[in-house]
């Protein structure tokens, strides 16, 4: 009889433990944080991962939620599996741009994964493009142009500036500071109105509810609202519902901020009894359209070149959705927005061989039905259920049309790249 062989534990335990990732895998965990992290959706996030995942022999499935994600590689009866914990990042184009040039640039062979991997590092490790007082400047150009497209006038515009700027430095202030930047939105909402109300009574009669919503334009979560319907659109379930969930928080925070902040008008002498001054010329959306759009590309943090093509985008966005209102009522018009601005992106992701994100997320925030909710939770705070309650559901559908002029959009011109 041949004498049982001891085996150490040591070396047992060397052998029940899974190879070491290879440069393959190290490069697809960072590329799929990196995109999770610059606000990249679900769906085009497993999408491009699965993509990746094929053209370097690997076999990959992903599983994207707004605050996680999972990677496992290879066979089902013997997954590697790893969970990375993201937090939810801002909107960041030209990094989006960059690692999608980066992904193809590993696809085709031109880089190995390895030095992708390091590509990936100094993409993440690129200093800011625009530096804060730029971005101040922007968020008060963003809110002034709100004013005005809602129809607000020269006061309006000028309160509605200057509570932006002020709720930009507070965000810039608090921004390093996880403690204090979730409560940016009910302290930014509270200012808002304050300012409002102030402004109300020592400036003369203005809509205090145009100035308040045109001042915390940036903060609204309409484009969260629509990413969410979107990814539940297409299945992704899970993370369309944690999205959607999120936006409803915000929205409920900013309202708890607008009761606290609009209770200042008790304090104060009513505002003078006079007629609202008259509305501004015409022209001046054009030119209120042309600043956002200028402010939405620089917020976003688009490289310089891409601004025509943000502008264009924007401008064709608004036009469809204008004509789309004449066409199928205020509630359906984001439909045709949505549709001829993914049409006109994709097209021009095609030609460029660019991303569509880069042009689709800047135009969906002339879209977005954020001030829809935002007026249907003032309602509702005023105890006017009945108005609240329909503009809720008008909220609501303008998010479904939005997401199916996208769909639409992506199957009557395929777009080139998953992103």
């Known amino acids: 009889m041949c004498a049982a062989v001891a085996v150490p534990p040591e070396l047992l335990a060397s052998l029940n433990q899974p190879p070491p990732p290879g440069p393959a895998v190290a490069f697809t965990l960072r ?9 990249t959706p679900a769906h085009r996030l497993e999408g491009l991962m699965v993509r990746v995942s094929e053209r370097l022999g690997l076999e990959g499935r992903f599983f994207s939620t707004p605050t996680s994600l999972f990677a496992s590689f290879g066979p089902p009866e013997a997954l590697r599996t790893s969970l990375i914990r993201v937090e939810p990042g801002d909107m960041d184009v030209e990094r989006l741009t960059l690692l999608d040039v980066l992904a193809d640039d590993v696809i085709q062979g031109r ?12 993409i993440l490790a690129m200093p800011e493009r625009y530096g804060p007082a730029l971005q101040l400047v922007c968020w008060t150009l963003a809110g002034g142009a709100a004013a005005r497209l809602f129809g607000g006038g020269l006061r309006e515009v000028a309160v509605a500036a200057l509570s932006s700027l002020l709720i930009g430095t507070l965000g810039e202030l608090t921004r390093r500071q996880p403690s204090t930047a979730r409560v940016l939105e009910p302290v930014a909402a509270i200012l808002s109105s304050s300012l409002a109300a102030l402004a109300a009574s020592f400036m003369g009669p203005l809509s205090v509810q145009v100035a308040t919503l045109a001042g915390l334009i940036v903060l609204l979560p309409g484009l969260s609202l629509t990413v969410a319907i979107n990814e539940l659109a297409t299945r992704h379930l899970i993370s369309g519902t944690s999205r959607l969930t999120g936006a409803a928080l915000v929205f409920l925070q900013l309202g708890f901020g607008v009761a606290l902040g609009s209770r200042l008008s008790l304090l104060l002498p009513p505002p003078p009894q006079a007629p609202l001054p008259p509305a501004l010329p015409g022209w001046t959306q054009p030119v209120a359209l042309a600043v956002a759009t200028l402010a939405v590309g620089v917020l976003f943090r688009a490289r310089p070149r891409e601004w025509g093509w943000i502008a264009a985008a924007c401008t064709f966005a608004f036009a469809g959705s204008r004509l789309g209102a004449l066409l199928l009522g205020a509630q359906l018009g984001a439909f045709i927005g949505a549709l001829l601005l993914g049409i006109a992106s994709n097209a021009l992701a095609r030609l460029r061989n660019r991303p569509s994100l880069t042009t689709v997320v800047p135009g969906l925030m002339l879209l977005v039905p954020g001030s829809v909710g935002f007026r249907s939770l003032a309602s509702l705070l005023e105890r006017d259920v009945v108005a609240g309650v329909d503009t809720a559901f008008s909220m609501l559908m303008v998010a479904v049309a939005l997401a199916a002029g996208l769909l639409s959009a992506n199957a009557l011109v395929p777009p080139r790249k998953v992103l």
Do not use: C, K, Q, S
């Open 31 to 39: 590329l799929a944080e990196a995109l999770h992290r610059y606000g």
């Open 111 to 122: 880089l190995t994964p390895a030095e992708g991997a390091r590509e990936v590092e100094a």
